[in-house]
Each structure stands twice: as C-alpha cells, then as structure tokens.
C-alpha cells in the first residue's frame, strides 16, 4: 500500500496553481481604465479587430432610406415584474430581466427576446455614449439586448443576426419632465456600488416607463458587433436618435455612484463605452414612420 500515492495530491496541485496563478498575476482580460487592458488592446480579442465592428459614427446625410424596414412593436415593456436585479457586473450596470419581453417588425428576421439591459457612460459633464450621430455624442447611452429566437448568449454570438440591441441615448436637461422611474433605477445604483453587488427588483419600475417619452418612430439600422470583447459580429443595431432628456441628478447618479472593483481599489466606474470604429464596407439606413401611413396605402 505504500506505493500508492494518495490520489488527492495532485488534484490539490493543481488547484493551488490556479488559484495562485489568478491572483499572483492579477490582470484583468479586458477593462476601460487601464492601459494594460483598455479599448486600445482589445484587438487581440474576439473579433475586435473586424470589419464591422460596434459602435460607429452616423452620419445622417449618408444613411439610406430603409424600404425594407417598418416600426417596432414592444411587448412586455410596460411589465413592472419583468426587471429582475440591479448588478453590477464590474463594467456597467446591468438589468437583468425575467423572460417574455420581445420585439418584432418588419426588417428583423425572427422574433428577438429581451435579455437585459444596461448603460455606458463618462464623467458628469463629458459625453459617455458609444454611438455618435453626425459625430455628436450624448451623456449616456442605453443598450437594451435581446436574442434572436430566445437563444443564449453564447448561441447568438455564433449567428450573425442573434442579437437585437436597441440604443437609446440620455440627454440631461435642467427643464427635463421629472419621470419616476428613472428616478428610481439611478437612485438605486448607490446599492450596488462593488462589482458582483446586486440589488433584487419588485416591480419598481418598468422598461416602458424608461421609454415613456422618446419617439421610437424613427430609428437608424445597422449590422455591427457586441462593444466589448469578444465583440462578436452578430449584432442586429437599431439607434433611435431622439434623446431620452433626463434631469441633470440621473446623470450624476450613474456617473458617480460605481466602482469598477472594489470602493477600497477606488476605480470609479466612469468612461465606460468604446471609441467610434470605423464603418468600412457598410451601409447604414434610416426608417421614418409617416405620419399619415393611411393615405399612403394604394387601395
Ligand atoms: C427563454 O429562455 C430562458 C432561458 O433558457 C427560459 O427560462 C425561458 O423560459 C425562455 N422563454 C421563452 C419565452 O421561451
Ligand atoms: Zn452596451
């Protein structure tokens, strides 16, 4: 029996290593704050080196009339039970959502399910958004994510079309209509200040109640990439340019209550989103709803 050599040895090795390994050399694969491991080098990653990657500079004069693209229909938006937990995932903020939310219309290939939803943003008074609409940026930008068919994440970063995400941009404004829910979500944001921190949801606000005052009638449409690594190129963009305008107190609320890691490491989560890439060999159109779609329609 003595030959035998107990057989947890090498598996505690082994684990002593990982663990030692992870903490001794302490880099993060990627992050916004760092040198070592800002946008800047992300290009290793993924596919953050493509040919249509997110997010992009519109330019509203070269946009094309999108014939092929109709308006969207929201379902489950105004569910005050469907937003789930506040967390922070130690990049933004994120909301995660309970099943069923979804959008369909006309130029989405299949029916996209409500996944989450989060923000990027910088400092409290410099422009934190990742689109650009004839090179301006706004304050905040809104990333609302869906898949296509209810697919996983994992599953819709193989599939060319299997996210939906919708931007919305925040704009604040001292004359901005004071919204409850908004209020709410940016009060919240102080409760989950370390990365990994959540706070649970019970129906405090909705979704729709975030949207309740932004035209949705018009939206630009792109095909472009997840923003952070492994910026995967299966992203179905839908930017609506009509500002969200918010009082100047949300903004401070997102831009000054996070941190990236821990309150004791001090990296206040702020500049968030990745720079403009380049649009290269794409085209970016442009949908409208008319006003008056009945006298249109030939009979
Ligand atoms: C979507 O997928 C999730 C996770 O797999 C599942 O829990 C949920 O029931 C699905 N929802 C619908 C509407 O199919
Ligand atoms: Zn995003």
Not at 101 to 124: Q, V
Not at 225 to 243: A, H, K, M, Q, R
Not at 274 to 292: A, D, G, H, M, T
Request: some cysteine; hydrophobic content about 30%; aromatic content about 12%.
């Amino acid at each position: 029996m003595e030959n035998v050599s107990p057989p947890w040895k090498p598996a505690t090795h082994i684990l002593l290593l990982l663990l030692l390994g992870g903490s001794y050399v302490n880099c993060e694969e990627w992050c916004y704050d760092k040198p070592s491991c800002g946008p800047n080098t992300w290009s290793s990653l993924g596919q953050c080196n493509g040919a249509k990657q997110s997010p992009i500079n519109i330019e509203t004069k070269k946009a094309m009339p999108g014939t092929h693209l109709g308006p969207i229909d929201f379902i489950g938006y105004e569910d005050r039970m469907r937003p789930q937990a506040l967390v922070n995932t130690g990049h933004y903020a994120e909301i995660e959502m309970r099943s069923g939310a979804a959008i369909f219309g006309r130029g989405l290939p299949a029916t996209y399910y409500l996944k989450s939803f989060h923000f990027h943003w910088d400092k409290n008074n410099s422009p934190g958004s990742e689109h650009a609409v004839n090179s301006k940026r706004y304050d905040i930008e809104l990333h609302i994510v869906h898949t296509k068919n209810n697919m996983s994440a994992e599953e819709a970063r193989k599939d060319p079309e299997g996210f939906a995400v919708l931007a919305f941009f925040l704009k604040k404004d001292n004359y901005a209509p004071k919204m409850n829910a908004w209020k709410t979500l940016s009060g919240f944001l102080e409760s989950i200040p370390e990365k990994g921190n959540s706070l649970p949801l019970r129906g405090d606000f909705s979704l729709g109640g975030l949207l309740k005052t932004v035209d949705v009638s018009n939206y630009y449409r792109y095909h472009g990439s997840l923003t952070t690594p492994p910026c995967s190129e299966s992203v179905i963009w839908t930017v609506f340019p009509d500002p969200i305008e918010v009082t100047p107190k949300v903004v401070k609320w997102f831009t000054q209550s996070l941190y990236f890691t821990t309150r004791k490491e001090g990296r206040k989560m702020q500049k968030n989103f990745r720079p403009v890439q380049p649009l290269k060999n794409r085209k970016v159109f442009y949908f409208k709803e008319s006003k008056y779609p009945r006298d249109q329609t030939s009979v």
